[in-house]
């Protein structure tokens, strides 16, 4: 059986949106309609003739309206297979009408969870009738049209137009296709708000996280690799997807992945002074801290201004009109920002290809979760890096201790190095960083590494000094040996901040000593890979 003609439709909705032009529609075309509750009403106050299910039923609803579909009357007309001589006789001895159109959607649990509502109210709308007529009718969508969203209402209207008031059989087969996705979502935040919410489970026996499919991007990390981005289907924060595009090409796979590596660090500084992060290849290239937003642009490109061509910016203030005019002299490929002025639109609209995201706010850095890895056979899952250390915290483990000044530009290289992929070294002076060194397999080479780019940024630019002269140096795990504390010596470094834990933590403290050193310990480690 390829096209279907609706003769009776049973419509049972908890989102009124476009219910009554709908059943106009169905009506006008000289279909049954046949409802529940709430949704009998509305097409009533609407002007609409329907028939209570149970007047199909014969069978009152009753418990509150927990049962009322779930009835052979109501599952019998849709589970019904029409060329099956049995299935026929049995519909026919039964007097069982067949259904031929579902229009179902599903209590709103997300929402209630959402608005805070009591345990019992959360429970009260797990639907149970509607996922069952959804399966139902999806499961024998070679004879049943299923609807379960109220944005394919005008699809269906159409389809029933193009085809003299009947269905075709590729469209019942994606509308079955978008039901089940729907109630496997929906079963999927139930159980979610089980394990997580209700039962305070960090690692539940088995999990299920629906994703919703956004869009597709152009390519994955090459050209060579399809890729698209998928939201999340239940509650979840805000961050690039929902922010405004206010120019630009459609954001890739990696700009993504790097917009949302500045982002992440830009908002460990929201409330605070103007901060200004470059991001290059998800790892940052320059951060600053200043009294105005364009001195720590210029702060944050002085670090590294070969690294942050091409690179991602993002600021923790709405940008203004001068620093937009200094972002559009290099080639940018993202801004991030809460906001931006007239000035600063007008700027970067000079720049068409630049993608300048708004988001409004910047998400919370200690907010609680989880992330996943996938691996060959399995996926890694652990709790969200929101772990923080304040002054409080720290621990003086040398004979000096740190000046107040060095405390701070600690506490900023820090918090800069838990976003820099491992190993980590940040230096930093006076709320700009000096040199970074990411991703290395050694922490002396990446201290090395920090150090040169500093040298490199003070010949380019005539300073008399690499910025890592009286700087702080932050390193995201302990020192296994003294000899990338020294390499941070040598480059001029006055005090340092790292975890400690090593065997060999006595070994680095004398080392830090000797060389006049002032080092704190966060007992709090920060690998990133």
């Known amino acids: 059986m390829t096209n279907v003609s609706i003769k009776r439709a049973l419509l049972s909705v908890s989102d009124k949106d476009g219910l009554a032009a709908l059943g106009s529609t169905l009506g006008d075309a000289g ?41 052979p009357m109501v599952h019998g007309g849709l589970l019904a297979v029409r060329d099956n001589p049995e299935h026929a006789a049995a519909m026919e001895a039964h007097e069982i009408g067949a259904i031929d159109l579902v229009v179902v959607n599903l209590y709103p649990f997300e929402a209630t969870v959402m608005r805070g509502a009591p345990r019992d109210e959360i429970i009260e709308n797990i639907d149970i009738g509607g996922p069952s ?9 070679r004879y049943v049209t299923i609807i379960t969203d109220p944005a394919d209402y005008d699809e ?100 993504y992945n790097d917009a949302n590596a500045a982002l992440e660090l830009v908002a460990e500084f929201r409330g605070q002074d103007p901060v200004v992060v470059i991001v290059k290849h998800a790892n940052p290239c320059g951060v600053a801290q200043a009294g105005t937003l364009l001195e720590a642009w210029q702060g944050a490109l002085a670090c590294d201004d070969v690294s942050a061509f091409g690179g991602i910016v993002a600021t923790n203030v709405p940008l203004d009109g001068p620093t937009a005019e200094a972002i ?117 080479d990446s201290s090395r590494i920090a150090a040169m780019k500093a040298a490199e940024a003070a010949g380019k630019f005539g300073w008399e000094h690499p910025r890592t002269v009286g700087s702080a140096v932050a390193s995201d795990a302990f020192f296994p040996f003294a000899d990338g504390l020294l390499a941070a010596a040598e480059a001029g470094a006055t005090a340092v901040i790292q975890p400690g834990g090593s065997i060999r933590d006595d070994e680095v403290i004398r080392a830090a000593d000797e060389a006049g050193l002032a080092m704190v310990f966060t007992g709090m480690r920060h690998f990133r890979h």
């Open 31 to 71: 279909i049954e309609l046949v409802s529940t509750g709430g949704t009998a009403r509305a097409l009533r106050d609407a002007g609409l003739m329907v028939r209570d299910v149970s007047d199909l039923t014969d069978f009152p609803e009753m418990m509150d309206g927990r049962v009322k579909t779930l009835h």
């Open 133 to 141: 007529m959804v399966r139902s009718a999806a499961k024998n969508h």
């Open 156 to 255: 269906l209207l159409a389809e029933l137009g193009a085809n003299d008031g009947a269905t075709t059989l590729a469209f019942r087969q994606r509308m079955a296709a978008k039901a089940f996705a729907a109630t496997a979502a929906y079963d999927s935040m139930i159980s979610q708000w089980f394990a997580f919410a209700d039962q305070g489970e960090r690692f539940p026996p088995s999990v299920s996280m629906t994703r919703v499919l956004a869009g597709s991007l152009r390519y994955g990390e090459n050209p060579h690799q399809q890729a698209a981005l998928y939201l999340p289907a239940g509650p979840h924060t805000r961050g690039l997807p929902q922010a405004e595009q206010v120019q630009g090409k459609e954001l890739s796979y990696n700009n």
């Open 328 to 444: 559009c002299q290099i080639f940018t490929e993202v801004v991030v920002a809460p906001g931006a002025d007239d000035a600063a639109r007008a700027a970067f609209a000079r720049k068409k290809n630049l993608r300048l995201l708004l988001t409004d706010d910047l998400p919370d850095p200690r907010r609680p979760g989880q992330t996943l890895a996938v691996i060959a056979g399995g996926i890694l899952v652990q709790d969200r890096d929101n772990g923080a250390v304040t002054e409080a915290d720290l621990k003086v483990v040398t004979r000096r201790a740190p000046t107040p000044q060095e405390l701070k530009d600690c506490l900023f290289a820090w918090t800069v190095a838990r976003h820099v992929k491992s190993n980590a070294i940040v230096y930093a002076k006076d709320g700009v960083t000096a040199g970074i060194g990411a991703g290395q397999m050694n922490r002396r």
